[in-house]
Structure formats: C-alpha cells, structure tokens
T-cell receptor, first 109, second 115 residues
Framework: GIQVEQSPPDLILQEGANSTLRCNFS?????LQWFHQNPWGQLINLFY???GTKQNGRLSATTVATERYSLLYISSSQTTDSGVYFC???????????FGKGTRLHILP | EAGVAQSPRYKIIEKRQSVAFWCNPI?????LYWYQQILGQGPKLLIQ????????DSQLPKDRFSAERLKGVDSTLKIQPAKLEDSAVYLC?????????????FGSGTRLTVV
C-alpha cells in the first residue's frame, strides 16, 4: 500500500513564527488532504489538494504530484494552531485515505 | 449543517467485555468510514461503507470487530470480546460520493479504554 511520511515529527515554535510541514508519499495519488487535530482530538479538514497550490488565510498548501510530496505552510503562528497536523492520501477520489503519523506542533505564547 | 455525531464520548470496559459505538453521518453523505486512532499514531481505516454496502473492510479484525450501516444512514461498530490493545479513539467520518473534492468530515470520536 501507499506509504506516507511526515516531517518533522515534532515542532516547537514561538507565537508569530512561520513553519513548513512536509508530506512525502510513495505512489501516485488522486486524493491528498491535510487535517488539523486540535488538543481535544477533533480532526478538521484543512485542504483537499492532490495537486497545485491553495491558500486559506494564514495557511497555504502546495502539492507537487510528480515528485510525490506536499507542503503545508503556516504563517504568523498563533497558540490556537497547536495540535497535530496529518497528511492523508488515496489513489482514487472515492478511495480510502491513508494517514501519516502526523507532525505535532506546539506554539508557545 | 450538523456535523457527524458519535456516541458515547468515552467508554471504559474490562477486557473480554463487549462494546458498541454509534455514528450518525451528515445528511446526504453516502460514504461512511470508521477509523481507529491509537495514541500517538495517525487514524487507521477499519471499514468503509457506500450507502449500506461495505466497500473496504480489509483492516477490520473480523474475529472480534463487526460493523453495520442499516438503511444507509446510521452505523454501529461493535467489539466483542475487547482486548487491551483495542484501547484507542474510534472516529467516524462521512463524505459525499467523490468526497475527495469536499474532504472528509470527522466526528469527535469515542475514546475507549480497555482495562
């Protein structure tokens, strides 16, 4: 099956800093999503981005499908950005998605 | 719109007991998923339904886990008998067909502790 690797596993930053999270995947995909899991465990869908670039406020994401990686950018971090960020991929649009192990982000006030 | 509803929120049982979790997806979402998330790991798919049919249950430990989705709406996931290693958060998610375009919506999960 598809392997998903995320880096770094942990990241501690000061409020206001910028960060880049990376997701590498082992095979062609037609479905790639970024999720944020808050400290209470709720998973929130951030982006559906099998290719290209998208932006939503302070967050943006880029997927280079031909090179099998995706990046999530967080600018001007806030303490509410803390939590775990997961990348999940699937071969088909309706196919199951496989999650990586996540990047745990802790933003210090 | 209302989100994905799950209950109970927490459950503590002894090993070898049985337990059931309930999920009500977003209205109109034909696809429903159950994921298991062990502490410190990413969610792992247990079973995927399309309406009331099973699409993928390859990761479901069928000797002890079962799931059903009656009438293509609500779903229940059952564990019988539970083992210590079943301690995890069980997440339900739903999506439209072609749901990748709209992403998944997850419920808040049921945290199961087996003692």
């Amino acid at each position: 099956g598809i392997q998903v690797e995320q880096s770094p596993p942990d990241l501690i930053l000061q409020e206001g800093a910028n960060s880049t999270l990376r997701c590498n995947f082992s095979d062609s995909v037609n479905n790639l999503q970024w999720f944020h899991q808050n400290p209470w465990g709720q998973l929130i869908n951030l982006f559906y981005i099998p290719s290209g670039t998208k932006q939503n406020g302070r967050l943006s994401a880029t997927t280079v499908a031909t090179e099998r990686y995706s990046l999530l950018y967080i600018s001007s971090s806030q303490t509410t950005d803390s939590g775990v960020y997961f990348c999940a991929v699937g071969r088909g649009r309706d196919d199951k998605i496989i999650f990586g192990k996540g990047t745990r982000l802790h933003i210090l006030p | 719109e209302a989100g994905v509803a799950q209950s109970p929120r927490y459950k503590i049982i002894e090993k070898r007991q049985s337990v059931a979790f309930w999920c009500n997806p977003i209205s109109g979402h034909a696809t429903l998923y159950w994921y298991q998330q062990i502490l410190g790991q990413g969610p792992k798919l247990l079973i995927q339904f399309q309406n009331n049919g099973v699409v993928d249950d390859s990761q479901l430990p069928k000797d002890r886990f079962s799931a059903e989705r009656l009438k293509g709406v609500d779903s229940t996931l059952k564990i019988q008998p539970a083992k210590l290693e079943d301690s995890a958060v069980y997440l339900c998610a739903s999506s439209y067909p072609g749901g990748g375009l709209y992403g998944y919506t997850f419920g808040s999960g049921t945290r199961l502790t087996v003692v």
